[in-house]
């Protein structure tokens, strides 16, 4: 072979190179993943593992990227998102859907489970249910569920019955906290959804959070006590499009179900210390941090039994089974 062929031959061998070698790049299929939260909150943090595991259990053949504070599609809009495969992952709060189905904001019903051990026992009974029910009528599969701390009452002043709340101004951000004011005879009044601006704007002498949003919006320079009555315990969860499920290989199905069974189980245990350190950093800001009197507690476990009733009159037997299915496992 002449020098001239020998030369053209090696050219064309490299030339030819990245085509038979193509870059690892190029095999990787990116979807992205509406987190409903900002970067600073837990479930964001998890939801970002969840998302580094599957691309480290897939070889990079699945890159998920998550991205927060409901940027791609406001919470609300999340679950037609995707049912249409406008968004292939999205993270939602499961009581803002209640009502798709009674099911879905059976988590938020006050004094019902609180305590994680409970809610994890109302997760197992209501989770196949729903899994159903998001599958076949809206094409969505449910990934995971994890929690958010139980909900407490922050107050301007000590509340030790349920007379002190009496003319209160309590903010409302749901159904289920507006009918806590009527009943507990407070003033309800429709404050900013986020935390931090409500405190801001003023007018509001009481709120129910978790001592997690309550450290991370700097509570004590507005509220002085917080009482841990653990009105509820919501949760969010990570659903799927099911077109986009489909269009996956079945060994990144599996990664991806693998790796949702991990951040949940590492999600609800995040929970639990969100709550232990969100209540260390109000007690360290000179906030009273106190469990609600025995008298008081048992007087909401009543209110529970009320509310409980109220949500069966309009939830069916079906869910009605599920509930009392819960309540004997309860005790």
């Known amino acids: 072979m002449s020098v001239s062929r020998r030369v053209f031959a090696s050219g064309l061998a490299s030339a030819m190179l990245p085509l038979s070698a193509a870059p690892a790049w190029s095999k990787t299929r990116r979807l992205q993943l509406g987190a409903a939260f900002g970067e600073e909150v837990f479930h964001t943090r998890n939801l970002r593992s969840f998302s580094e595991r599957v691309a480290s259990a897939t070889r990079q053949s699945l890159a998920i990227e998550v991205v927060a504070d409901s940027a791609l599609k406001p919470m609300n809009e999340v679950l037609p998102a995707l049912k249409r495969n406008e968004i292939a992952f999205g993270e ?3 009581s803002s859907y209640a009502h798709l189905h009674p099911l879905l904001g059976l988590d938020s019903l006050p004094f019902m489970a609180r305590s994680f051990d409970d809610a994890a026992r109302l997760w197992q009974l209501t989770r196949p249910v729903l899994q159903d ?3 076949n009528q809206h094409g969505v599969r449910l990934l995971y569920a994890v929690p958010w701390p139980p909900q407490g009452l922050f ?4 509340v030790n019955s349920m007379g002190d709340l009496k003319g209160l101004r309590l903010r409302v951000q749901s159904d289920w906290s507006a009918r806590l004011a009527e009943v507990w005879g407070t003033q309800a009044v429709v404050a900013a959804h986020d935390v931090s601006k409500a405190l ?4 509001i002498d009481a709120m129910l959070a978790s001592s997690a949003t309550g450290a991370d919006s700097q509570a004590w320079r507005v509220m002085k006590f917080f009482l841990d009555i653990r009105a509820w315990i919501p949760k969010n969860m990570l659903c799927a499009s ?3 499920w489909r269009s996956l290989g079945e060994s990144e199905r599996q990664a991806v179900t693998r790796m949702a069974a991990l951040a949940e189980k590492e999600g609800w245990e ?3 210390q969100a709550d232990e350190r969100g209540k260390k ?3 360290d800001n000179r906030m009273s941090v106190a469990a609600p009197s025995a008298d008081l507690y048992r007087m909401m476990d009543i209110l529970g039994e009320r509310f409980a009733r109220e949500w069966v009159a309009k939830a069916g037997r079906s869910s009605m089974v599920v509930l009392m299915e819960y309540q004997k496992k309860k005790h």
């Open 92 to 94: 939602v709060l499961m």
């Open 133 to 135: 029910f998001l599958l």
């Open 155 to 158: 107050c301007r002043r000590p």
């Open 200 to 203: 801001e704007q003023g007018g």
């Open 242 to 244: 099911e077109a986009a």
């Open 270 to 272: 995040l929970a639990r």
């Open 281 to 283: 950093a109000l007690q």
